[in-house]
Each structure stands twice: as structure tokens, then as C-alpha cells.
């Protein structure tokens, strides 16, 4: 089983940054997809960016041009850097990570922005 490892949510002001990192337990695994998931309370879970591991990069249309998602195939761990974060952005932040058409995830973290 793949067990992840996630840090860097928190409170944050509008306007304000945030990085997130996963770590996934399993480097014997090829993760050619990872990527994070946000739920919003009381809303469905929503896709807000995923990277491949030849680095191509989605994001959702809300988060463009102010969060980055990047990885580290070596360390099996993937970054999203959050900037202007806007209070709409409050979510707990899932983690995920594909292999062989199955996805792997995070236990989440919170993500609060104070307007």
C-alpha cells in the first residue's frame, strides 16, 4: 500500500502564499501521473492540477497563472506553490498518485484563506 506524506497547509491571507508538498512511501513505484484534488465544504472534489512524468503540467481554469505543480520523480514527491491565494481557494488539498491506471491518495490537508 502507498502511504503519503503531506505538509504545508495551513491559514494564510488573502493574497498570501503556500506550498504543499507529498511525499509517496513506495519509490519502487512508477507514479506517472501526480497531481492534487481540493474539496471545498459542502462542494464536490475538484481537480486543481496534475503533472506527468515527462512534466506536463493541467490545472484547472480558477488556479492558472497563480499555482505551480511540479515533482521530484527521484523522491516520488509533488509540490503545488499557491500565490494570490483567494479565500475561494479554501479547501482541504488532496494528493494523488497514478500507477498502472490506479490512483493512490493523500489524506488530505487543510488549505484556510482569511479574507
Known amino acids: 500500500q502507498v502511504q503519503f506524506v503531506e505538509s504545508g497547509g495551513g491559514l494564510v491571507q488573502a493574497g498570501g502564499s503556500l506550498r504543499l508538498s507529498c511525499a509517496a512511501s513506495?519509490?519502487?513505484?512508477?507514479?506517472?501521473?501526480m497531481g492534487w484534488h481540493r474539496q471545498a465544504s459542502g462542494k464536490q472534489r475538484e481537480s486543481v492540477a496534475d503533472?506527468?512524468?515527462?512534466?506536463?503540467?493541467n490545472y484547472a481554469d480558477s488556479v492558472k497563472g497563480r499555482f505551480t505543480i511540479s515533482r521530484d520523480s527521484a523522491k516520488n514527491t509533488v509540490y503545488l506553490q499557491m500565490n494570490a491565494l483567494k479565500p475561494e481557494d479554501t479547501a482541504v488539498y488532496y494528493c494523488?498518485?497514478?500507477?498502472?491506471?490506479?490512483?493512490?491518495w493523500g489524506q488530505g490537508t487543510q488549505v484556510t484563506v482569511a479574507s
Open positions: 503533472i506527468s512524468s515527462g512534466g506536463y503540467t
Open positions: 513506495k519509490t519502487d513505484f512508477t507514479f506517472n501521473v
Open positions: 494523488f498518485a497514478r500507477s498502472l491506471a490506479k490512483n493512490y
